[in-house]
């Protein structure tokens, strides 16, 4: 039966407020004859996640109030739904619409759980002014009744609590706010940092549940990965140490709040629901404690959802630099410091080999090409120790760590740090059958020619070098390179520091005269080369925007013999390339626009959210790119 008329919602209005102001506005004298007008029958719901929508839509004469419209703007659907797999939020939303509401509690995290499925109806009293001042009526609203949310995150002010529950003593009563019913006590004794601890948390609880339109779940385990490695919380790849992470989380969280939000536990515990939530699985766990536990990894959900943990395999088969340094004796051990890499190609697999090398001497390789920025931390052979981490190896010696300890400190076999051990002749009282082995290879070594960057061959090398500078003077740096190549790479493989003490000044460029014009040619020839990658600058964008820079120009000459160094020497290359280049700004107002584009091709709705995630616009510049997206809406 179609009712004669339904309320407008208002912004983010909860479904028990409108139907409670049909109730009002119908003078319907019984509660329970609401919901029969609206329902078709008499029946009993969870108004945070209520049911038989379609029934609802049916009987009602608002056409743009579609089933789906209403679950996610009117409900808490997609809070709670927000970390459940793609067929478990596809099967809850279809039994919301067409169903009673079955299996709701288990599936969303709430059986078991020590936080309550229901809490009093809180409103912010300043929200109700503006409410009346704007529609000259107030109302529910959904982020007020989100669980754990006691402060506003519009106003930062606590919450008014009222002497209604939500559920089991309102399934028959629709009740507006209004003074008389609250508890005005509540919430006045909360001291400030308090206050700003649940308001942070409402900030990012109140983002939750406006983001239906992005796929959190798809990889949000992944991005835990990559959270735990970047804060230095795992012991090696994929095993978090608990303690420094709980105590992380302990000391990041007021007692008194984790006690409000019923989420206190007992940190020595092994399987207290902060040690599991970090743990790989398919757990089930409440979103609140997902964004108690986000909150401590990157303060931010949208930091951490809209990240972008994608590489391009093509263009950056190792990402884009500068890259970690993974030498756990480093006092910069995971934090990127190295800036360039070297790619290589393996002969038999043919696989990419990225070689990365950090100042203190720790050099590793990875094959590639990376999966994702997970793989950053992932090494697949470590060729260089490096003096850094021998310094340290010989400082637990002689401390008197055993070889469990120092091997678990420094990321190796035990196996291992009685090899170099043995090798660095350092003085400890190890013995077995693994030191007699040690000493027996470490003999063979000194007995076999030495080849590659030893000592001797350093020594000679470098004297070669300052023969060639001797007999070379007048030379220009990059000629003097081209001609020498070879010892200038076993110098620059092997005794990087070394040599790049021992080279000519860099020539600050003053212009030719007279013209060269061998030069000149090159430099018409080049301008071509050029023109001719930025006129096809699409087959560099086939997956995603490319931004248009110096550095990737330079790699995509293919002329023999051409180094970067060179461009000084071609003016009018120069000057093009500098005149096409993009700025940081105008890449993102391309990249956002073409976001715009596929999503409209597409027929897909103009969120703001979505694109910017379509564009891959995070991090630093999200504000600013945010701002660009409004703009050209």
């Given at each position: 039966?179609?009712?004669?008329?339904?309320?407008?919602?208002y912004?983010?209005?909860?479904?028990?407020?409108?139907?409670?102001?049909?109730?009002?506005y119908?003078?319907?004298?019984?509660?329970?004859?609401?919901?029969?007008?609206?329902?078709g029958?008499?029946?009993r719901?969870?108004?945070?996640?209520?049911?038989?929508?379609?029934?609802?839509?049916?009987?009602?004469?608002?056409?743009?109030?579609?089933a789906?419209?209403?679950?996610?703007?009117h409900?808490?659907?997609?809070?709670?739904?927000?970390?459940?797999?793609?067929?478990?939020?596809?099967?809850?939303?279809?039994?919301?619409i067409?169903?009673?509401?079955q299996?709701?509690y288990?599936?969303?995290?709430?059986?078991?759980?020590?936080?309550?499925?229901?809490?009093?109806?809180?409103?912010?009293?300043?929200?109700?002014?503006?409410?009346i001042?704007?529609?000259?009526?107030?109302?529910?609203?959904?982020?007020?009744?989100?669980?754990?949310?006691?402060?506003?995150?519009?106003?930062?002010i606590?919450?008014l609590?009222?002497?209604k529950?939500?559920?089991?003593?309102?399934?028959?009563?629709?009740?507006?706010?209004?003074?008389?019913?609250f508890?005005?006590?509540?919430?006045?004794?909360?001291?400030?940092?308090?206050?700003?601890?649940?308001?942070?948390?409402a900030?990012?609880?109140?983002w939750?549940?406006?983001?239906?339109?992005?796929?959190?779940?798809?990889n949000f385990?992944?991005?835990?990965?990559?959270?735990?490695e970047k804060?230095?919380?795992?012991?090696?790849?994929g095993?978090?140490?608990?303690?420094?992470?709980?105590?992380?989380?302990?000391?990041?969280?007021?007692?008194?709040?984790?006690?409000?939000?019923?989420?206190?536990?007992?940190?020595?515990?092994?399987?207290?629901?902060?040690?599991?939530?970090?743990?790989?699985g398919?757990?089930?766990?409440?979103?609140?404690?997902?964004?108690?536990?986000?909150?401590?990894l990157?303060?931010?959900?949208?930091?951490?959802?809209?990240i972008?943990?994608?590489?391009?395999?093509?263009d950056?088969?190792?990402?884009?630099?500068?890259?970690?340094?993974?030498?756990?004796a480093?006092?910069?051990?995971?934090?990127?410091?190295?800036?360039?890499?070297?790619?290589?190609?393996?002969?038999?697999?043919?696989?990419?080999?990225?070689?990365?090398?950090?100042?203190c001497?720790?050099?590793?390789?990875?094959?590639?090409?990376?999966?994702?920025t997970?793989?950053?931390?992932k090494?697949?052979?470590?060729?260089?120790?490096g003096?850094?981490?021998?310094?340290?190896?010989?400082?637990?010696?002689?401390?008197?760590?055993?070889?469990?300890?120092?091997?678990k400190?420094?990321?190796?076999?035990?196996?291992?740090i009685t090899?170099?051990a043995?090798l660095?002749?350092?003085?400890?009282?190890?013995?077995g059958?693994?030191?007699?082995?040690?000493?027996?290879?470490?003999?063979?070594?000194?007995?076999?020619?030495?080849?590659?960057?030893?000592?001797?061959?350093?020594?000679?090398?470098?004297?070669?070098?300052l023969?060639?500078l001797?007999?070379?003077?007048?030379k220009?740096?990059?000629?003097?390179?081209?001609?020498?190549?070879?010892?200038?790479?076993w110098?620059?493989?092997?005794?990087?520091?070394?040599?790049?003490?021992?080279?000519?000044?860099?020539?600050?460029?003053k212009?030719r005269?007279?013209i060269?014009?061998?030069?000149?040619k090159?430099?018409?020839?080049?301008?071509?080369?050029?023109?001719?990658?930025?006129?096809?600058?699409?087959?560099?964008?086939?997956?995603?925007?490319?931004?248009?820079?110096?550095?990737?120009?330079?790699?995509?000459?293919?002329?023999?013999?051409?180094?970067?160094?060179?461009?000084?020497?071609?003016?009018?290359t120069r000057?093009y390339?500098?005149?096409?280049?993009?700025?940081?700004?105008?890449?993102?107002?391309?990249?956002?626009?073409?976001?715009?584009?596929?999503?409209?091709?597409?027929?897909?709705?103009?969120?703001?959210?979505?694109?910017?995630?379509?564009?891959?616009?995070?991090?630093?510049?999200?504000?600013?790119?945010?701002?660009?997206?409004?703009?050209?809406?």
């Open positions: 039966m179609m009712i004669p008329f339904f309320p407008s919602p912004p983010d209005e909860t479904l028990y407020s409108i139907i409670a102001r049909y109730h009002l119908s003078g319907n004298l019984s509660y329970k004859h609401t919901i029969l007008d609206l329902f029958k008499k029946t719901t969870n108004w945070y996640l209520p049911s038989n929508i379609n029934a609802l839509v049916q009987n009602i004469q608002i056409t743009t109030l579609t789906d419209y209403i679950i996610d703007k409900t808490l659907f997609p809070f709670f739904s927000s970390f459940l797999s793609n067929e478990k939020k596809s099967a809850n939303r279809q039994n919301i067409d169903g009673e509401g299996n709701i288990s599936d969303y995290g709430l059986i078991g759980s020590s936080i309550k499925a229901t809490k009093p109806l809180t409103h912010c009293n300043l929200c109700m002014q503006e409410d001042d704007r529609y000259g009526e107030t109302y529910w609203h959904r982020v007020h009744q989100l669980p754990g949310v006691y402060v506003c995150p519009i106003h930062r606590p919450l609590t009222s002497l529950q939500i559920e089991s003593s309102i399934q028959y009563q629709f009740i507006l706010p209004g003074e008389d019913i508890d005005n006590t509540l919430g006045r004794d909360y001291n400030q940092e308090i206050i700003e601890q649940l308001y942070e948390y900030v990012q609880a109140n939750l549940l406006n983001q239906f339109e992005i796929d959190i779940n798809s385990r992944e991005k835990y990965s990559y959270f735990l804060n230095k919380f795992n012991i090696r790849k095993v978090v140490n608990q303690d420094k992470w709980k105590n992380a989380f302990r000391q990041f969280y007021h007692p008194e709040v984790l006690e409000m939000l019923n989420v206190a536990t007992d940190f020595t515990k092994e399987h207290c629901w902060v040690s599991k939530i970090v743990r790989t398919n757990q089930i766990t409440h979103p609140m404690q997902h964004i108690l536990a986000i909150m401590v990157c303060r931010n959900l949208a930091d951490f959802f809209l972008n943990l994608t590489v391009d395999k093509e950056d088969p190792f990402g884009t630099g500068p890259w970690p340094c993974l030498n756990p480093h006092k910069l051990y995971m934090q990127d410091v190295i800036e360039t890499i070297t790619i290589s190609k393996c002969k038999k697999t043919k696989n990419l080999i990225g070689k990365f090398q950090c100042s001497g720790f050099i590793y390789t990875r094959v590639g090409p990376d999966s994702s997970l793989d950053k931390y090494i697949s052979r470590k060729m260089d120790f003096y850094v981490w021998k310094e340290e190896l010989k400082k637990l010696v002689e401390k008197g760590d055993s070889r469990t300890e120092i091997a400190k420094l990321q190796v076999t035990p196996d291992t090899r170099y043995v660095l002749k350092l003085n400890h009282c190890w013995s059958r693994l030191i007699e082995k040690a000493e027996l290879d470490a003999k063979k070594l000194n007995d076999t020619p030495k080849r590659g960057g030893t000592l001797e061959n350093i020594q000679d090398k470098r004297q070669q070098w023969e060639i001797k007999q070379n003077l007048n220009k740096r990059n000629d003097l390179i081209r001609e020498n190549l070879s010892i200038y790479r110098l620059n493989k092997y005794d990087k520091v070394w040599l790049s003490e021992h080279l000519p000044k860099r020539q600050k460029y212009g005269s007279p060269d014009s061998e030069e000149e090159r430099d018409q020839k080049l301008l071509q080369i050029v023109k001719i990658i930025i006129e096809n600058w699409s087959q560099y964008e086939l997956s995603r925007p490319k931004k248009i820079s110096k550095t990737f120009i330079m790699e995509k000459i293919r002329e023999p013999g051409f180094i970067k160094a060179d461009l000084e020497r071609y003016p009018c000057n390339i500098n005149s096409v280049i993009e700025s940081s700004e105008k890449f993102y107002k391309r990249k956002i626009s073409r976001a715009i584009d596929e999503l409209i091709s597409a027929g897909e709705p103009l969120f703001i959210s979505r694109i910017l995630n379509k564009a891959g616009c995070t991090g630093e510049k999200y504000q600013y790119a945010k701002k660009v997206a409004e703009e050209l809406l």
